[in-house]
């Protein structure tokens, strides 16, 4: 790619007849340059996010944490909360947060698990915490949220 960029701008630069137009030519050499060079990285950024989120989703459970991620990524830890944010729209830790609470209201659908139980297959090392988050998310304690639930489940098959 590079190679042929080469070729073609020393091409349309030798074809200019007048300094100025040699001069927009490689303003726009120039340009289209930096152009390229953005586009990459931006690819190459929404491609490792992409994977970011992928590994987050599946290791849910896990102490997951910025740090780890970057690390894991090869970033600077401050640098990937950033870039994190302003490829998704929020937070590596609010997004992380959104997941275990998306999961732990399947379990509460889905299965009889005790509270304390899903906090820890969810990702949460303190039940209380877990429980107090939830309910900051969903506005329902994880028991309330399962009786709604399941009342609503006992009403759609009546």
């Known amino acids: 790619?590079?190679?042929?960029?080469?070729?073609?701008?020393l091409e349309r630069i030798t074809c200019c007849k007048t300094y100025s137009q040699m001069k927009n030519e490689t303003v726009n050499i120039i340009s289209n340059l930096i152009s390229t060079q953005i586009s990459t990285?931006?690819?190459?950024?929404?491609?490792?996010?992409?994977?970011?989120?992928?590994?987050?989703?599946?290791?849910?459970?896990?102490?997951?944490?910025?740090?780890?991620?970057?690390?894991?990524?090869?970033?600077?830890?401050?640098?990937f909360g950033s870039l994190f944010?302003?490829?998704?729209?929020?937070?590596?830790?609010?997004?992380?947060q959104k997941v275990r609470i998306n999961k732990?209201?399947?379990y509460l659908k889905n299965t009889a698990?005790?509270?304390?139980?899903?906090?820890?297959?969810?990702?949460?090392?303190d039940p209380?915490?877990?429980?107090r988050v939830f309910k900051n998310e969903v506005g329902f304690s994880?028991?309330?949220?399962?009786?709604i639930v399941l009342s609503k489940k006992n009403e759609d098959t009546l």
């Open 41 to 79: 990285k931006k690819n190459k950024h929404d491609a490792i996010m992409k994977k970011c989120i992928q590994y987050i989703d599946t290791n849910f459970k896990e102490d997951i944490s910025l740090e780890y991620m970057a690390e894991l990524f090869y970033f600077n830890a401050s640098y």
């Open 128 to 131: 209380k915490y877990f429980i």
């Open 142 to 147: 994880p028991d309330e949220y399962r009786r």
């Open 113 to 125: 698990i005790k509270v304390y139980e899903l906090a820890f297959s969810v990702g949460y090392s």
């Open 85 to 96: 944010k302003s490829i998704n729209g929020i937070t590596f830790s609010q997004y992380l």
């Open 1 to 9: 790619y590079l190679d042929k960029l080469k070729t073609d701008s």
């Open 104 to 106: 732990a209201k399947e």
